[in-house]
């Protein structure tokens, strides 16, 4: 299929099922922690919902793993106009459904407990914290700008079902504050895993799973570790990749 891309745009290997993927440098691009996190628990079954979905990654992997319907959010027209396109070049319009809004007012085009899952890979930076970027679409998805964590949590409680599964990932310095609002916005935290560059190196990210209306009781699973000490893959990272 010839892709016709814009300014800024390129046309990157989304590894899985062959897909491809078009990104623009002046805004986020998906990367590892994204990839982690499509992977993370079984695939869910019933209807999933993508919170701010970006280039709809999450979803194309989530279909590539057997998801059989998934709704990406996206706030930010330049990305949803992306997102639709790589569904299509991607020939998943059976299966994911793009909507340009803003996930802030869920309560005015979704049902309330109308999906099965939420996914999340939020802004990781509260406002005031860290190093800016001048390009908007950039600082937008790394900072609080537009939707803050109890903003995610909000939409995500409202969304799920009764016992459906929320899961994201963020950074571990806010590890803390995630796992009180998550109980706060009755999605108990159920499932943690820690992820280090290297084995030898402290955890830098997160992934959890909240159940809504769940039990108390958590798991730590073992930890992931993304690179050896030579800075190739390990074998878990590769195998996210379809690499074994």
Same mark, same amino acid.
């Given at each position: 299929? $010839?892709?016709?891309?814009?300014?800024?745009?390129?046309?990157?290997?989304?590894?899985?099922?062959?897909? %491809?993927?078009?990104?623009?440098?002046?805004? !986020?691009? !998906?990367?590892?922690?994204?990839?982690? +996190?499509?992977? !993370?628990?079984?695939?869910?079954?019933?209807?999933?919902?993508?919170?701010?979905?970006?280039?709809?990654? &999450?979803?194309? &992997? +989530?279909?590539?793993?057997?998801?059989?319907?998934?709704?990406?959010? #996206?706030?930010?027209?330049?990305?949803?106009?992306?997102?639709?396109?790589?569904?299509?070049?991607?020939?998943?319009?059976?299966?994911?459904?793009?909507?340009?809004?803003?996930?802030?007012?869920?309560?005015?085009?979704?049902?309330?407990?109308?999906?099965?899952?939420?996914?999340?890979?939020?802004?990781?930076?509260?406002?005031?914290?860290?190093?800016?970027?001048?390009?908007?679409? &950039?600082?937008?998805?790394?900072?609080?700008?537009?939707?803050?964590?109890?903003?995610?949590?909000?939409?995500?409680? !409202?969304? +799920?079902? @009764?016992?459906?599964? @929320?899961?994201?990932?963020?950074?571990?310095?806010?590890?803390?504050?995630?796992?009180?609002?998550?109980?706060?916005?009755?999605?108990?935290?159920?499932?943690?895993?820690?992820?280090?560059?290297?084995?030898?190196? $402290?955890?830098?990210? @997160?992934?959890?799973?909240?159940?809504?209306?769940?039990?108390?009781?958590?798991?730590?699973?073992?930890? +992931?570790?993304?690179?050896?000490?030579?800075?190739?893959?390990? #074998?878990?990272?590769?195998?996210?990749?379809? %690499?074994?």
């Amino acid at each position: 299929m $010839k892709v016709s891309l814009g300014p800024h745009e390129r046309l990157d290997d989304l590894v899985l099922d062959g897909m %491809k993927i078009i990104q623009r440098d002046d805004q !986020f691009c !998906f990367s590892l922690d994204t990839v982690l +996190l499509a992977h !993370f628990g079984t695939v869910p079954r019933g209807k999933v919902l993508d919170l701010g979905t970006g280039t709809a990654a &999450i979803p194309l &992997i +989530l279909s590539a793993r057997g998801a059989v319907s998934v709704t990406g959010a #996206e706030l930010n027209p330049v990305m949803a106009d992306i997102a639709r396109r790589n569904v299509i070049l991607n020939g998943r319009e059976p299966v994911i459904t793009i909507v340009e809004g803003d996930y802030r007012t869920i309560r005015q085009w979704s049902d309330s407990g109308g999906f099965a899952a939420v996914y999340a890979n939020p802004p990781y930076r509260e406002k005031s914290r860290g190093a800016y970027s001048d390009a908007e679409g &950039i600082r937008r998805a790394r900072h609080e700008e537009t939707a803050t964590l109890d903003d995610v949590l909000d939409a995500a409680s !409202f969304a +799920l079902k @009764f016992h459906g599964r @929320f899961r994201m990932v963020h950074i571990t310095e806010r590890l803390t504050d995630i796992l009180t609002a998550m109980r706060i916005h009755a999605i108990e935290p159920k499932v943690v895993q820690m992820v280090h560059g290297r084995a030898d190196k $402290k955890a830098k990210l @997160f992934l959890v799973e909240g159940i809504r209306g769940g039990s108390k009781g958590v798991d730590v699973l073992p930890p +992931l570790i993304v690179h050896h000490a030579d800075g190739t893959y390990t #074998e878990d990272v590769l195998k996210l990749y379809g %690499k074994l």
